[in-house]
C-alpha cells in the first residue's frame, strides 16, 4: 500500500521512466531470441543438407550401371538342342555359355583355362538371364547372331565409376592388372559403356550388387501401406468422431483417451511383437506377408491418426454444430454433412504423416518376418515381400562394395516417397483448411 | 456403407489363405551363412521352376528356435548355422516332433582380427589376445591369481607390439562369430596358464567365468551384427582392430589387413587348409518331415552341394566362403543327396 502511495506521487514520470530504462534491454532480448531461433533454423539445414549431400554424393552412381556390349550367337545348339521349342526345355538351356563364348571372342588370344574364367568374370552372371529373356521376347533370334548389352560384374563397376582406386598396389585392389588391360580395351572398342541403370527400378532383390534392384522393396511397401491405410484410416476416423461427437464425458472415456495417448507412444518394435503373438500364432496368417505387415502398422499409425483427426474435430467452431442442430438435422447428419467434411483436411494431414513413418519403419517388421532376403516380386498381400526401409538395412549389412552406392540410391527413393507425401499433407492443408 | 463393406473385404482377404498350403521354401538361420544362401536361393529360383526360396537372417541361436518350433507349413523348412545344433536344441526339435534333421556342412568361416591399412603391422598370439580382452587376467607380478585386466596398451600386453591404446571393435554376444571368438581364441588363450587350466577340473564355472567373460572397461566395443560398419570404424581410426568374418576382409582388401594369428596370416589358402587358427565350419540343417511335402527341398540342397556351389572353382568361394577339402567334400554331397538323417 505504502508503494503504491509512493508512485502515485508522480505517476505519469515514473511509469515513463520504467519503460524508457527497461526498452533497450528488452528490444535486445528480442533481439537474441531471433538469433537463437535463427540459430536452431540454421544448424538444422546444414545437418540436412549434409546428410542430403553424403546421400547423394554416395548414391548418385548407382542409377547408372557399366555395360558390356557382347556379340552373341544364338546357336540353336545351346538354346534348343532338341529342336521341339518346348519353353520349359529352353528356360533350362546353358544361356551362361552364349555370353562365355561371347566374351571370350572378343579376346581370341586368351587360353588358358585359369585366364578364361577370370576373363568371364568381366560379365555379371546376370548375363546368362537376360540372353534367355532375349531369346524368348524374340524366338526368330535363335541361330543368328547378334549383339547385346549385358551389365559388366561389380568389380568392373566399381572400378569405372572410380570406387575402386587403379593406382594402388595390385595386391591391395580386387581387380587384377590384367582385369584393367581387358576392360580399358574394351572401352576403347566402345564395347563398354555406362548406361542407364533400369535394372534398379525394375529387378528384385540379389546378392549381385549390379542386378539388385529396388521393385520388390516398393511394390512390397505399396501393399502394406494399401492394408494400412485401408483399416487405419476408417478405424481411426469412426473412432474419433465416437468419442469427440458422441461419447460421454466420464471415467471410461478418460481411460481410453490416456490410453490411445500412451499407445501412440509405444516404441514400434512392441507392436511387432504384438503381431507376432496375434496374427501369426493365434490367426495362422503366413509369415513375411504384406498383408500382416499392413496390420501391424495399422496399430501403429492408429492412435496418430485418431489424435489427429480429434484435433482436427475439435476446431470445428460449436456454431456450425448448432446451426445444423438448429436447423433439424439429426447428430448423425450434423457430423457427416457438416463437421467431418470441414475437419478432413486436418484429418487427412494427419493419416499422410501417420502413413509416412509406417512407410519408413523396420522394427516391427522384424519380428513378423518381413526382414527377410527375397527376389521374387511380391503379386499379393500373402505373397512374402519386404519393404523399402528393410532393403536398405539389408544392402548396408552387405560386404560387396558396390551395394553402398545402391543403399545410398535406395535412402534417395525412400526420401522422395516421403517428401511427397508430406508435401501432399502440406498441399491439403493450404488448399482446404479453413480458419474461422 | 461402402467403407464398411470394404473393411469387411479386406479382413476377409486377410484372414482367406491362412491356411493355404506352402509352395515355397522358408530358410531361416545364421547371419554368416546368410550372403552364401541368398545367393543359392537366388541361382536356384533363376534356373529351376520352383518359387524363389524366401530366407530371413535370425542369427544361429534364433533359427535353431524357429526351425524346432514344429512340423507343418508354419514353421522353417530348413535352417543355416555357424556352429553346429546343440544337444538341448536337438531335444527341442524332438519334443515338437521333428526327429529326421540332415546335417550339411557346406565350407569354412575364418574370423579375422583386422585394422585399417595406414594402421601398424600386427602378429598376435591367441594369449596375446586372451590378456587383451579378458575381463580377469593372471596377475602380471606374478603369482596365480586373477585380477581385473589393468592392460592400457597392446605393448603393455606383449613388449613386441605395437604401443597403440586397447581399442578393439567386435559382435556382441548374441553373434555366432562371438561364440566362435570365445571358443577359438579366449579359451585357447587362457588355457595357456596351467593355473586356469587346473581350474577346468575342480570349477568349471570360475574356469568360464576366467576364459570367457570379455572386458566392460571401454577396450573392447560391442558394435552390433553390421560388419560393414566395423570395416568403416576401422578405416577411420587406424589405432583400433576388428572382429568379423574373413568375406569382409576379401572385399575390403584396399582398406584394411587381417592380423597373423599364431604367426598365420588370414589368407584363403591357410584358412582353407585349416593352418589359420580361428576358423569354424559352416552349415545348415534339413527337417526331414518336409521334404516331399513343401516342393524343390530336395533340389535346393542339390543346389548348394553342387560342385557350381561350394567347388574350390564355385560361385560361393567367388564371395568368401572357404571350401571343404575333396575328401570331405564327397562325404557333404552324398549327404546332401541322400538327405540321410545325421543328427541325433
Known amino acids: 500500500m505504502s508503494e503504491m502511495t509512493a508512485v502515485s506521487g508522480t505517476p505519469g514520470r515514473r511509469t515513463r521512466d520504467l519503460v524508457a530504462a527497461g526498452i533497450g534491454r528488452r528490444y535486445r532480448a528480442e533481439r537474441r531470441f531471433r538469433i537463437f531461433g535463427l540459430v536452431a533454423i540454421a544448424s538444422a539445414l546444414v545437418f540436412m543438407a549434409l546428410l542430403f549431400m553424403s546421400i547423394i554424393g554416395k548414391g548418385y552412381s548407382a542409377f547408372v550401371q557399366t555395360e558390356i556390349r557382347l556379340p552373341v550367337a544364338y546357336a540353336v545348339s545351346v538354346i534348343d538342342p532338341d529342336g521341339t521349342r518346348n519353353l520349359d526345355d529352353m528356360r533350362r538351356a546353358n544361356y551362361g555359355k552364349l555370353y562365355r563364348d561371347g566374351i571370350q571372342s572378343l579376346f581370341p588370344d586368351v587360353t588358358s583355362r585359369q585366364d578364361r574364367r577370370v576373363l568371364n568374370g568381366l560379365v555379371s552372371s546376370g548375363a546368362s538371364f537376360q540372353i534367355r529373356d532375349a531369346v524368348f521376347e524374340d524366338q526368330s533370334l535363335i541361330g543368328k547372331s547378334g549383339e547385346i548389352w549385358v551389365p559388366a560384374s561389380d568389380d568392373v563397376d566399381m572400378l569405372v565409376k572410380g570406387k575402386i582406386d587403379r593406382n594402388l598396389p595390385e595386391s591391395a585392389r580386387r581387380v587384377s592388372d590384367q582385369e584393367i588391360a581387358w576392360i580399358d580395351a574394351l572401352e576403347k572398342d566402345g564395347r563398354l559403356a555406362t548406361r542407364f541403370n533400369w535394372r534398379f527400378f525394375t529387378n528384385g532383390d540379389s546378392r549381385e550388387p549390379e542386378l539388385a534392384g529396388i521393385w520388390g522393396a516398393v511394390v512390397g511397401s505399396f501393399l502394406t501401406m494399401i492394408v494400412t491405410l485401408a483399416l487405419s484410416f476408417p478405424l481411426g476416423v469412426a473412432t474419433a468422431v465416437y468419442l469427440e461427437e458422441f461419447a460421454p464425458k466420464n471415467r471410461w472415456t478418460d481411460i481410453i483417451e490416456v490410453n490411445i495417448n500412451n499407445l501412440a507412444a509405444i516404441p514400434s518394435i512392441v507392436f511387432g511383437l504384438l503381431g507376432l503373438a496375434v496374427f501369426l500364432q493365434f490367426f495362422g496368417l503366413p509369415r513375411s506377408a504384406p498383408v500382416v505387415g499392413g496390420l501391424v502398422l495399422t496399430l501403429m499409425t492408429l492412435p496418430t491418426i485418431i489424435i489427429a483427426a480429434r484435433v482436427s474435430l475439435k476446431s470445428v467452431p460449436p456454431s456450425i454444430r448448432e446451426a445444423a442442430l438448429g436447423l433439424g438435422a439429426s447428430k448423425m447428419q450434423m457430423v457427416t454433412n457438416d463437421v467431418l467434411p470441414l475437419a478432413m483436411p486436418g484429418i487427412l494431414t494427419g493419416t499422410i504423416i501417420g502413413m509416412g513413418r509406417a512407410l519408413g519403419e523396420t522394427a516391427p517388421l522384424l519380428m513378423i518376418g518381413m526382414v527377410a532376403f527375397i527376389v521374387d516380386i511380391p503379386g499379393g498381400f500373402h505373397d512374402p515381400a519386404t519393404v523399402l526401409p528393410v532393403q536398405i538395412y539389408i544392402w548396408a549389412d552387405s560386404a560387396e562394395r558396390a551395394f553402398v552406392e545402391r543403399t545410398s540410391a535406395a535412402i534417395m527413393v525412400l526420401l522422395t516417397f516421403l517428401i511427397i507425401m508430406n508435401a501432399a499433407a502440406v498441399f491439403l492443408r493450404g488448399k482446404f483448411e479453413r480458419r474461422w | 456403407m461402402k467403407r464398411t463393406l470394404a473393411v469387411a473385404a479386406l479382413v476377409t482377404v486377410a484372414f482367406a489363405g491362412a491356411a493355404e498350403a506352402r509352395d515355397q521354401i522358408r530358410i531361416v538361420g545364421s547371419s554368416t551363412v546368410f550372403p552364401f544362401a541368398s545367393k543359392v536361393v537366388e541361382q536356384f529360383g533363376k534356373t529351376t521352376s520352383f518359387k524363389t526360396p524366401v530366407i530371413e537372417s535370425t542369427g544361429s541361436g534364433g533359427g535353431f528356435k ?113 561364440d566362435a571368438f570365445t571358443e577359438l581364441v579366449m579359451d585357447h588363450g587362457c588355457e595357456e596358464f596351467p593355473f586356469i587350466k587346473a581350474m577346468a577340473k575342480t570349477d568349471k564355472k570360475a574356469f568360464k567365468a576366467a576364459c570367457q567373460a570379455i572386458r566392460e572397461d571401454g577396450a573392447y566395443i560391442e558394435a552390433g551384427e553390421n560388419d560393414t560398419l566395423i570395416v568403416n570404424k576401422l578405416v577411420e581410426n587406424p589405432k583400433a582392430l576388428g572382429i568379423f568374418g574373413y568375406s569382409f576382409l576379401d ?71 572357404i571350401p571343404l577339402p575333396a575328401d570331405k567334400m564327397k562325404s557333404v554331397k552324398d549327404a546332401g543327396k541322400a538327405l540321410t538323417v545325421n543328427v541325433k
Open chain 2, 66 to 178: 524357429l526351425f524346432c518350433a514344429g512340423v507343418g507349413v508354419d514353421h522353417p523348412d530348413i535352417t543355416n548355422a555357424s556352429r553346429a545344433i546343440k544337444k538341448s536344441e536337438i531335444e527341442t526339435c524332438a519334443k515338437n516332433g521333428v526327429a529326421k534333421i540332415t546335417e550339411i556342412t557346406i565350407g569354412y568361416d575364418g574370423i579375422v582380427v583386422a585394422d585399417s591399412k595406414k594402421g601398424p603391422e600386427f602378429n598376435v598370439s591367441r594369449k596375446d589376445l586372451f590378456l587383451a580382452l579378458a575381463k580377469t587376467v593372471p596377475d602380471p607380478k606374478g603369482g596365480d591369481k586373477l585380477v581385473p585386466n589393468p592392460y592400457k596398451t597392446w605393448k603393455d600386453v606383449n613388449a613386441s607390439l605395437p604401443a597403440n591404446e586397447i581399442e578393439v571393435l567386435g559382435p556382441p554376444p548374441t553373434s555366432g562369430t562371438r
Open chain 2, 251 to 321: 572385399q575390403n582388401a584396399d582398406k584394411i589387413k587381417g592380423a597373423h594369428i599364431d604367426g598365420i596370416a588370414p589368407t584363403f589358402e591357410n584358412i582353407s587348409s585349416g593352418k589359420y587358427p580361428v576358423s569354424r565350419p559352416l552349415f545348415f540343417y534339413v527337417k526331414g518331415e518336409h521334404v516331399g511335402v513343401i516342393p524343390g527341398i530336395k533340389e535346393y540342397v542339390a543346389e548348394f552341394t553342387s560342385e557350381a556351389a561350394i567347388g574350390a572353382d564355385g560361385y560361393l568361394p567367388q564371395i568368401g566362403l
